[in-house]
């Protein structure tokens, strides 16, 4: 058998859509997403993705040059 994932955007769409199940006979449940609460590492890295995106573009675009792995092995 398939599976249908229906996200409804707030209470109403949820109490409209289980409302249409159940008149239509349809086996359906429902099941709470669970929001993880990032740490303080995953937070600062997501944090600082835009900004290296933007360092890898700005290489791309030649306006900036940035080290070869070479030089960053010799850094460690």
């Not at 349809?26 to 997501?46: P, Y």
């Amino acid at each position: 058998m398939d599976t249908i994932i229906i996200k409804p955007k707030n209470k109403e769409e949820l109490e409209l859509i289980s409302t249409l199940m159940e008149r239509m006979n349809i086996s359906a449940s429902v099941q709470k997403d669970e929001v993880k609460k990032l740490t303080k590492a995953e937070k600062e890295f997501l944090d600082s993705l835009p900004k290296r995106l933007q360092e890898v573009q700005d290489h791309l675009d030649g306006k900036i040059k940035l080290k070869d792995a070479r030089a960053l092995l010799d850094e460690i």
